[in-house]
């Protein structure tokens, strides 16, 4: 047997925390219309902190909780969108700063979905690569990219970064399932222009690159792709719905988990939830949520996690926890 083992979490955070009142400041909005429409309260905001720096710090704090030497990893990943530079990737930047010398490394671009998918494809590769150790990081600074006058955004993003070490073990499984998936049609959706400058030759008007979303649509994709993606992979690992333990979706918006929960007829007290300290942070949500929940969670427990987003995207996994 071939499996998976998760051994090394981290987390990381800018040092700005600013709230909702603060956003009302710039925008027309209230903390009370924030909170009731998304569940967040307050995000961090990277001032100084790069994308490469906050993954650095996830990724050093997840190799201390795994006791794994950086020289020991074969494959670094890092689901972002909104990297410091197109190149280098800012999976070598972190390989570099920690001194991962080994590893193989490259970015992957899914946004919401990012992480899942970049797990998928590590696993993937440990087992037909013979890599051993991968460290899966997701990691943004959205607050960089976005229109602080549009309140449909602006009032939703955070900064952070959360890390993952996963080891070959031919001993133990805790992936069961998982499965990963792209609708094309919704491609324009969300959208995040990536930042050029023009030629020489061009006259036109040159426009800041930044995030917009048709937030209508996005919530109708969600609140059914969701529920019918964690039913595909729950019957994948052969339990049923009441066997999850702890259900972690990608923290995008309160009333996307609620209605999930409410589809799947699971309590919502089993959907972890820390949106309203961080506000959506894309690639970085799934594994800073799962850094939050796991001491809370037991051995043997059922995890799922399912990240949706932007391409249209979706990604969700199986864990059993040891």
């Not at 790069?50 to 074969?74: G, I, Q, Y």
């Not at 080994?102 to 946004?111: G, I, V």
């Not at 918006?253 to 300290?277: C, G, H, M, T, Y």
Request: proline fraction near 2%.
């Amino acid at each position: 047997m071939i499996g998976i083992k998760v051994i090394g979490l981290g987390k990381s955070i800018p040092t700005r925390c600013v709230t909702n009142n603060e956003i009302a400041s710039l925008v027309d909005t209230s903390d009370e219309w924030i909170k009731t429409r998304t569940g967040i309260e307050k995000r961090h905001i990277a001032v100084t902190e790069t994308t490469h720096e906050l993954a650095t710090r996830s990724a050093l704090e997840a190799l201390k909780d795994s006791n794994l030497e950086a020289e020991a990893l074969d494959l670094v990943i890092v689901a972002t969108v909104s990297a410091d530079t197109a190149m280098p990737s800012t999976a070598s930047l972190v390989a570099k700063a920690i001194g991962a010398n080994h590893a193989t490394c490259f970015d992957l671009s899914a946004a919401c979905s990012g992480f899942i998918f970049a797990s998928e494809v590590a696993m993937s590769l440990m087992k037909q690569s013979g890599y051993q150790n991968a460290l899966v990081i997701g990691a943004e600074v959205l607050s960089s990219r976005l229109d602080w006058t549009d309140r449909g955004t602006c009032v939703i993003f955070g900064d952070g970064a959360g890390a993952v070490i996963y080891q070959i073990s031919h001993e133990e499984n805790q992936v069961l399932s998982i499965e990963i998936g792209t609708d094309p049609q919704g491609a324009e959706l969300i959208c995040l222009p990536i930042q050029t400058e023009k030629n020489t030759f061009f006259k036109g008007e040159i426009k800041r690159p930044v995030i917009s979303m048709n937030g209508r649509q996005v919530y109708a994709f969600s609140t059914s792709k969701v529920p019918t993606s964690i039913m595909q992979v729950i019957s994948r690992g052969q339990i049923k719905v009441e066997d999850i333990d702890w259900f972690i979706l990608h923290q995008a918006n309160s009333r996307i988990i609620d209605s999930v929960a409410q589809r799947l007829d699971v309590p919502k007290e089993r959907f972890f939830k820390n949106i309203s300290e961080y506000g959506n942070t894309s690639a970085a949500s799934i594994p800073m949520a799962l850094y939050d929940v796991k001491n809370q969670l037991k051995s043997g427990d059922k995890v799922i996690l399912c990240g949706f987003g932007a391409g249209l995207t979706w990604g969700t996994m199986l864990l059993e926890w040891h």
